[in-house]
């Protein structure tokens, strides 16, 4: 079987940063990813890992540990903008869809 | 732009009715999911189609099938609608097969049934 957790709501004020935690089991593994959902709007794609470790993209970083079947997305500098759900979401056990988390809805204040 | 494109993004229509929700992927990607999102509910999974064949199907449900034509466009029929189908049909589309490549989605379409 396959499942996806992770908080259903944070918040943080801008110019912070924040951390949104992912824990999935899967059968198999063939990467993670993390993508942003701005309400009514369609879901973009901001990473994936696919080895242990940190990789960053501007303001936004993830991380992955494999073995404890853990992610994490890190945002930086806080930005209103980026008041938005965030999903963590992994392929399936047969690798041919991703199969997602119910997302972390983010509010940032001023 | 993201170069996925469905159509209608919007659609009223009444319980009992049939629906047909249209999805044309990007240029050169050969696969095209469909998923189902509800207020309460995360993306759910319906089916995926590769260059015109099923590939996987997930919580899909009888009253629901979709297809691929050969210019790679698909279409999700929804029949005998409840209220409970009311929800975001989102179309993502990838070049390959596999979902470790990652996806574009569509801008979605919002489905409410009265």
């Known amino acids: 079987g396959q499942n996806i957790d992770q908080p259903t709501e944070m918040t943080a004020t801008e110019g912070a940063i924040v951390q949104i935690n992912c824990t999935y089991q899967?059968?198999?593994?063939?990467?993670l990813f993390w993508y942003q959902q701005h309400a009514g709007e369609a879901p973009t794609f901001l990473s994936y890992?696919?080895?242990?470790g940190l990789e960053e993209k501007g303001r936004f970083s993830s991380f992955l540990s494999r073995s404890k079947g853990y992610s994490y997305l890190l945002l930086k500098e806080l930005q209103m903008k980026d008041s938005a759900s965030y999903l963590c979401?992994?392929?399936?056990?047969?690798?041919?869809?991703?199969?997602f988390g119910k997302g972390t809805t983010l509010s940032v204040s001023s | 732009d993201s170069g996925v494109t469905q159509t209608p993004k919007h659609l009223i229509t009444a319980t009992g009715q049939r629906v047909t929700l249209r999805c044309s992927p990007r240029?050169?990607?050969?696969?095209v999911y469909w998923y189902q999102q509800s207020l309460d509910q995360g993306l759910q999974f319906l089916i995926q189609?590769?260059?015109?064949?099923?590939?996987a199907k997930g919580n899909i449900l009888e009253r629901f099938s979709a297809q691929q034509f050969p210019d790679l466009h698909s279409e999700l029929n929804l029949s005998s609608l409840e209220l409970g189908d009311s929800a975001l049909y989102f179309c993502?589309?990838?070049?390959?097969?596999?979902?470790?490549?990652?996806?574009?989605f569509g801008s979605g379409t919002r489905l409410t049934v009265v």
């Open positions: 979401a992994a392929p399936n056990q047969a690798g041919t869809a991703l199969i």
């Open positions: 890992n696919v080895l242990d």
């Open positions: 993502a589309s990838s070049a390959s097969g596999g979902a470790a490549d990652g996806y574009t």
């Open positions: 240029s050169g990607d050969l696969s």
């Open positions: 899967t059968s198999g593994f063939n990467g």
């Open positions: 189609y590769y260059n015109g064949e099923e590939r």
